[in-house]
């Protein structure tokens, strides 16, 4: 498994920017995809965006496709999930996840989570 540790939450207002970092120890972690999921108070975890072990390929969920971007740096051992024009509707925790097949949607099939930082978009 690999360690995962995500920063840059916060406060922002409607239409601001954010860049979360997950920082990862451990294993090697260009041998894992990465993604993003979040989760609001009272509602499941949610796919946000993934990116490949080399950070060639991404996806994202079609809410935030065009205003999120998903990046890597292996030789930082650190993810990246830029979120410009934010929303109130994006206000959740945000969660760090690593796992060794990319493609998936499913929190299920990424087996490292980081610990989440809170993300508050006001109007």
């Known amino acids: 498994q690999v360690q995962l540790v995500e920063s840059g939450g916060g406060l922002v207002q409607a239409g601001g920017s954010l860049r979360l970092s997950c920082a990862a120890s451990g294993r090697t972690f260009s041998s894992y995809a990465a993604g993003w999921f979040r989760q609001a108070p009272g509602k499941e975890r949610e796919f946000v965006a993934a990116i490949s072990w080399s950070g060639s390929s991404t996806y994202y969920a079609s809410s935030v496709k065009g205003r999120f971007t998903i990046s890597r740096d292996n030789a930082q051992n650190t993810a990246y999930l830029r979120m410009n024009s934010l929303k109130p509707e994006d206000t959740a925790v945000y969660y760090c996840?690593?796992?060794?097949?990319?493609?998936?949607?499913?929190?299920?099939?990424?087996?490292?989570w980081g610990q989440g930082t809170q993300v508050t978009v006001s109007s």
């Open positions: 996840a690593a796992g060794t097949t990319y493609g998936s949607r499913w929190p299920a099939d990424f087996g490292s």
